[in-house]
């Protein structure tokens, strides 16, 4: 049994002093230290640094590790000439992307306290790297394919991916991810869906990323349809948006993005207890906008926040992304802002996605980030915000009970 004692611990979207955590792999106990000492007496006692915050290990629903060979590459701005650049240069980045170059990534999330995430997989060549980090992983295998022709050959691909990904064991939890509905042919769609529905696996889509997406899948118009023209000599959508949301009545599904998505179209999400994943930094590097977070409270839709891939962000620190969050939504109260902005990396996902993480309660899984503040909080009600702020890297990372090396 361990005793962390640090002077706050989140719990329940507050912050609570004079109480430490009890823990094996599990949490055992919170109570005060003097309590859990007599309770405990061959107990390791371990007494964080002054002005120490203890969270749960944050989650990271949505990443492309595969994509992490890119800095300079990819052409931010708009999501089209992004789009485009991917194309071009996708081959030589994954061949760039090596076991190192990926293993970086993950350290770099774990540096700042991210002890669960979400990876889209393309190709499957991140799943080594997966199954060694200490992490725990969603391993979102990806489906992808518009065209009638090739799709049957691309799903067969998907459904071999997604096989070699159930046989990993406790660490990786297999999962799939529909690329986008752009993207994604509607028969290979359901099956996808259907195959989620059975399984029970965690199912996520990219949706309504761009204008240009918007666009094409209401009027077969705008940006796409040269793209469309050029790569699959076709000028038509293969969906359209509510063909698409229909599609996933029967799952509640993490659907990313979302920024061009209106309001009949969000309140249809929340009628069916979808969810969305919130990567303000990529949708502002890829021109795609602002996500209405505001009406998402509103309208009880969970949000996670996440940082996407390296294809769209310039760091996979999950402070950074919560500080970028900050000055995007310039119009929300600070304080609420900050508090739902660290709901969206622990509590939030790990309901979407059944964790039993995300929280500092009894029996949860002993997942914790450990941050120390540069001084003194003014008020308990400020730590969300002031972590937010001035942390760039956790002090531990426990998963599991286990403290990480890092
Ligand atoms: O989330 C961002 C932007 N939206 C869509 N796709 C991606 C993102 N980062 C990487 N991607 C991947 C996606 O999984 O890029 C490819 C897909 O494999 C684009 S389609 C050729
Ligand atoms: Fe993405």
């Not at 949860?364 to 890297?393: G, Y």
Request: contains cysteine.
């Amino acid at each position: 049994m361990t005793l962390l004692s640090p002077n706050y611990i989140y719990i329940d979207g507050t912050f609570k002093e004079n109480l430490a955590v009890a823990f094996e792999k599990k949490i055992h106990a919170i109570e005060p230290l003097s309590k859990l000492k007599q309770q405990y007496p061959h107990a390791k006692v371990l007494e964080a640094k002054k002005n120490s915050v203890l969270y749960p290990g944050f989650i990271n629903t949505h990443v492309h590790l595969e994509f992490s060979a890119n800095s300079t590459t990819l052409q931010y701005g708009e999501f089209m000439p992004w789009l485009n650049s991917v194309i071009k240069n996708r081959e030589d980045l994954v061949a760039k992307c090596d076991n190192a170059v990926m293993q970086k990534a993950c350290q770099t999330m774990m540096n700042s306290g991210i002890t669960t995430f979400g990876t889209i997989s393309s190709f499957g060549t991140e799943l080594e790297v997966c199954t060694q980090t200490p992490q725990k992983v969603i391993f979102f295998n990806e489906l992808i394919g518009s065209n009638a022709s090739t799709a049957d050959m691309l799903y067969q691909d998907f459904l071999e991916r997604l096989d070699v990904s159930k046989k990993c064991g406790e660490g990786i939890i297999p999962a799939i991810a529909i690329h986008a509905p752009y993207s994604v042919h509607p028969i290979v769609l359901k099956r996808a869906i259907n195959v989620a529905i059975t399984e029970q696996l965690p199912l996520s889509a990219h949706f309504l990323e761009s204008q240009s997406e918007r666009e094409w899948l209401e009027n077969n118009s705008g940006a796409f349809l040269e793209f469309f023209q050029k790569f699959f000599s076709t000028s038509k959508s293969v969906t359209n948006i509510s063909e698409f949301i229909e599609s996933f009545d029967s799952i509640p599904t993490h659907f990313t993005h979302a920024v061009q998505a209106t309001t009949k179209e969000l309140e249809y999400l929340a009628k069916k207890g979808h969810s969305i994943a919130h990567c303000p930094r990529s949708n502002r590097f890829l021109g795609c906008g602002r996500l209405p977070i505001e009406k998402l409270h509103e309208l009880n839709i969970p949000f996670s926040v996440a940082t996407d891939g390296l294809s769209s962000n310039n760091s996979l620190n999950i402070f950074d992304e919560l500080r970028s969050a900050l000055m995007l939504h310039h119009e929300e109260a600070l304080d609420k802002l900050s508090a739902l902005l660290i709901k969206g990396v622990t509590s939030v996902p790990a309901e979407i996605f059944n964790l039993n993480s995300g929280k500092i309660e009894l029996n949860r899984d002993a997942d914790f980030a450990l941050v120390s503040l540069p001084d003194e909080p003014n008020s308990l009600e400020d730590i969300a915000l002031q972590t937010i702020l001035h942390v760039n890297r956790v002090d531990d990372v426990y998963i599991g009970g286990e403290k990480i090396k890092m």
